[in-house]
């Protein structure tokens, strides 16, 4: 293990070294109005031009993709097999000047050809739209219906499960903001209902899921002041509630749940070569302490990153993170408590030829039980814009939970070719 955890740093110390090696001067950038990512600059002879349909463009997508998983069901034993992923999704977008509203569906299909067990498809449908009223104040909403699959290696999966856990989501929210000048102020909330299918156990049988079932609202409210050019400083207040259709789950605990944040932060821009979002504050999510069966509170620091540096006209370089509250079923436990940062850069070897590799780490604690998990991961690739209809994704993925929980630790290394169409 402590070989494996050197090793996987490998990718980000490879990114620093593209860096030093082959980047240009930061300098020169420093010149430029305003700095675009590698991913997000315009390329007019490989980007999809879409199909103009009246006031709307219609963007349609087709990945292809083969990859050898050498833990495709994330155990201490690993089982190899090979699988194809097929993706097709559509995005139809509004092309007017004032207001916008989108239309999207996707679909990811996983065949395995030994593991026909984990063979599924998840899928999603929904829209996005923003009403523009007056100058400074906008109206957002949107909603989507979906099925989904947990990962195999969530705490919620029980070790004799033959498939992973599904469930359907549905999700609506709404939001209005009002920034004319300098202040600005948003008020909105959400709704999410979340209902999980019997998951199947090897040898027959399957385990019931329904405890699982849940309605999720959420409401917030955040205020904006831009004290500087570049620089605006905000304070946000969430608020949610989580209600489970069953009193008792499966371990007899009740899980229903309030919860609240509160945090403040900046919007800045140091320079041409440095932008982002900082936040801080406090997180709280309260359960019923008057029952039986005691699940403890998770509480603490709040935190929140997402950092754009544009190192030199090559290369950019992506550092996120945030702290999450998950609900699970395990006995005795409340939360999965995830801390997690993510660094990731972006390399232009050519035009037409993008480098790129990520390092990422979760910190898991399971509140209420003596269970920590730790999942580093890492991965490195290359994509190959061939024209405006095709590109090609090459990478190599490596990821690992190391975990106090006997029996619990994997490693797993993946290779991916993806061939991706679209007009």
């Given at each position: 293990m402590v070989g494996s955890r050197v090793w996987i740093s490998l990718p980000p110390l490879m990114a620093v070294g593209m860096l030093l090696s082959f980047g240009r001067s930061a300098f020169a950038q420093s010149e430029q109005s305003e700095a675009l990512g590698v991913m997000d600059r315009p390329r007019p002879e490989y980007d999809?031009?879409?199909?103009?349909?009246?006031?709307?463009?219609?963007?349609?997508?087709?990945?292809?993709?083969?990859?050898?998983?050498?833990?495709?069901?994330?155990?201490?034993?690993?089982?190899?097999?090979?699988?194809?992923?097929?993706?097709?999704?559509?995005?139809?977008?509004?092309q007017w000047g004032r207001h916008f509203l989108e239309f999207y569906a996707g679909a990811n299909n996983y065949n395995y050809t030994k593991a026909t067990s984990l063979n599924l498809t998840d899928w999603d449908a929904g829209s996005d739209g923003r009403l523009d009223v007056i100058q400074g104040a906008s109206i957002s909403s949107g909603g989507s219906y979906g099925e989904y699959h947990e990962p195999l290696y969530s705490p919620n999966t029980e070790g004799n499960q033959a498939s992973p856990n599904r469930y359907q989501k549905s999700m609506a929210n709404v939001t209005g903001t009002y920034a004319p000048d300098r202040v600005g102020?948003?008020?909105?909330?959400?709704?999410?209902?979340?209902?999980?299918?019997?998951?199947?156990?090897?040898?027959?049988?399957s385990i019931d899921?329904?405890?699982?079932?849940?309605?999720?609202?959420?409401?917030?409210?955040?205020?904006?002041?831009?004290?500087?050019?570049?620089?605006?400083?905000?304070?946000?207040?969430?608020?949610?509630?989580?209600?489970?259709?069953?009193?008792?789950?499966?371990?007899?605990?009740?899980r229903d749940s309030i919860g609240y944040r509160v945090t403040g932060g900046l919007n800045l821009q140091l320079s041409?070569?440095?932008?982002?979002?900082?936040?801080?504050?406090?997180?709280?999510?309260?359960?019923?302490?008057?029952?039986?069966?005691?699940?403890?509170?998770?509480?603490?620091?709040?935190?929140?990153?997402?950092?754009?540096?544009?190192?030199?006209?090559?290369?950019?370089?992506?550092?996120?993170?945030?702290?999450?509250?998950?609900?699970?079923v395990l006995a005795g436990a409340s939360a999965s408590d995830d801390k997690v940062v993510k660094l990731n850069a972006d390399y232009e070897i050519l035009p037409n030829l993008i480098g790129q590799a990520y390092f990422s780490y979760d910190s898991s604690s399971l509140r209420g039980i003596s269970r920590t998990d730790n999942y580093p991961s890492a991965g490195i690739g290359t994509r190959y814009l061939m024209n405006e209809y095709l590109s090609a994704n090459l990478m190599y993925n490596y990821s690992e939970r190391a975990s106090n929980f006997p029996g619990a630790d994997y490693t797993d290394n993946t290779l991916s070719l993806t061939v991706t169409g679209h007009i």
């Amino acid at each position: 293990m402590v070989g494996s955890r050197v090793w996987i740093s490998l990718p980000p110390l490879m990114a620093v070294g593209m860096l030093l090696s082959f980047g240009r001067s930061a300098f020169a950038q420093s010149e430029q109005s305003e700095a675009l990512g590698v991913m997000d600059r315009p390329r007019p002879e490989y980007d999809a031009k879409g199909i103009p349909l009246g006031g709307f463009r219609l963007f349609p997508t087709l990945d292809l993709a083969a990859a050898y998983d050498d833990n495709v069901r994330r155990l201490e034993t690993g089982e190899a097999d090979w699988y194809f992923l097929e993706t097709p999704a559509a995005r139809l977008q509004s092309q007017w000047g004032r207001h916008f509203l989108e239309f999207y569906a996707g679909a990811n299909n996983y065949n395995y050809t030994k593991a026909t067990s984990l063979n599924l498809t998840d899928w999603d449908a929904g829209s996005d739209g923003r009403l523009d009223v007056i100058q400074g104040a906008s109206i957002s909403s949107g909603g989507s219906y979906g099925e989904y699959h947990e990962p195999l290696y969530s705490p919620n999966t029980e070790g004799n499960q033959a498939s992973p856990n599904r469930y359907q989501k549905s999700m609506a929210n709404v939001t209005g903001t009002y920034a004319p000048d300098r202040v600005g102020i948003s008020l909105g909330g959400q709704f999410q209902r979340v209902s999980y299918d019997n998951a199947p156990l090897i040898g027959g049988g399957s385990i019931d899921n329904a405890d699982r079932d849940e309605d999720e609202y959420e409401g917030y409210l955040s205020g904006t002041y831009k004290f500087s050019p570049g620089y605006t400083a905000f304070v946000k207040f969430d608020y949610d509630t989580r209600h489970f259709d069953e009193f008792f789950d499966r371990t007899g605990a009740h899980r229903d749940s309030i919860g609240y944040r509160v945090t403040g932060g900046l919007n800045l821009q140091l320079s041409h070569l440095l932008t982002g979002e900082i936040s801080a504050g406090y997180l709280e999510q309260h359960y019923d302490q008057h029952q039986a069966i005691y699940l403890p509170n998770a509480a603490g620091l709040d935190f929140g990153a997402q950092l754009d540096w544009y190192a030199t006209d090559l290369m950019t370089v992506h550092l996120s993170g945030g702290r999450y509250i998950s609900d699970v079923v395990l006995a005795g436990a409340s939360a999965s408590d995830d801390k997690v940062v993510k660094l990731n850069a972006d390399y232009e070897i050519l035009p037409n030829l993008i480098g790129q590799a990520y390092f990422s780490y979760d910190s898991s604690s399971l509140r209420g039980i003596s269970r920590t998990d730790n999942y580093p991961s890492a991965g490195i690739g290359t994509r190959y814009l061939m024209n405006e209809y095709l590109s090609a994704n090459l990478m190599y993925n490596y990821s690992e939970r190391a975990s106090n929980f006997p029996g619990a630790d994997y490693t797993d290394n993946t290779l991916s070719l993806t061939v991706t169409g679209h007009i």
